[in-house]
């Protein structure tokens, strides 16, 4: 069956592999700070996160942090404006390590103690597929138990490893229909 998404929307269906809502949802339930990176604010409330304590610090570092204390200081007190590459590395470190430091809290809200999460599947938009191209797919739920896979994926920020996780460990359990919601318009859950 997966073999049927393999030239997916060529008749006009609308809609984004399951993983990447999964990779959104879980996003907005690490709360990242809304300030973009762009801003001053936002720049400063990552370069404080990132070097609260000499753990974070060091945990930034291994994330790919390479700017110096002493450059990271004067871009906090703002005499020294970064460039947009330095911008893209230091939003890039503090993504990395707020994933790491939210995913076990964010693991035992999704398993709920061997409850799982109760997963909602929006079916791709097939308004522009013509009328005898159209599939009849259905929305769905789904309780999902195993989250360590898309949770441990999602952390490393492995974007293929979250996509085979995310169809192994839950879309198989769809049944035979499972090819269909490869591809959906929305996958929501409430942690």
Same mark, same amino acid.
């Given at each position: 069956m997966p073999e049927w998404n393999i030239a997916f929307g060529a008749y006009g269906a609308q809609g984004v592999k399951g993983h990447e809502f999964?990779? &959104? &949802?879980?996003?907005?339930?690490?709360?990242?700070?809304?300030?973009?990176?762009?801003? /001053? /604010?936002?720049?400063?409330a990552r370069l404080r996160y990132l070097t609260s304590s000499p753990r974070q610090l060091a945990a930034a570092r291994e994330a790919g942090l390479t700017i110096s204390d002493r450059t990271i200081r004067a871009q906090m007190r703002g005499t020294r404006r970064p460039s947009v590459r330095t911008l893209r590395e230091i939003d890039a470190a503090?993504? &990395?390590? &707020? /994933?790491?430091?939210?995913? /076990?809290?964010?693991?035992?809200r999704l398993n709920r103690q061997g409850r799982g999460t109760r997963v909602e599947f929006h079916p791709v938009n097939q308004s522009a597929v013509d009328r005898p191209r159209q599939r009849a797919v259905e929305y769905r739920t789904l309780n999902v138990r195993k989250w360590e896979r898309i949770v441990g994926a999602w952390e490393a920020g492995d974007d293929a490893g979250l996509d085979a996780a995310w169809v192994d460990e839950v879309v198989v359990d769809l049944?035979?229909?499972w090819g269909q919601y490869e591809y959906v318009t929305n996958i929501g859950f409430a942690a």
């Open positions: 999964v990779a &959104r &949802r879980l996003d907005s339930l690490a709360g990242f700070i809304a300030s973009p990176v762009a801003t /001053r /604010r936002g720049l400063a503090y993504q &990395r390590v &707020r /994933r790491q430091n939210v995913a /076990r809290h964010l693991l035992a049944g035979s229909q």
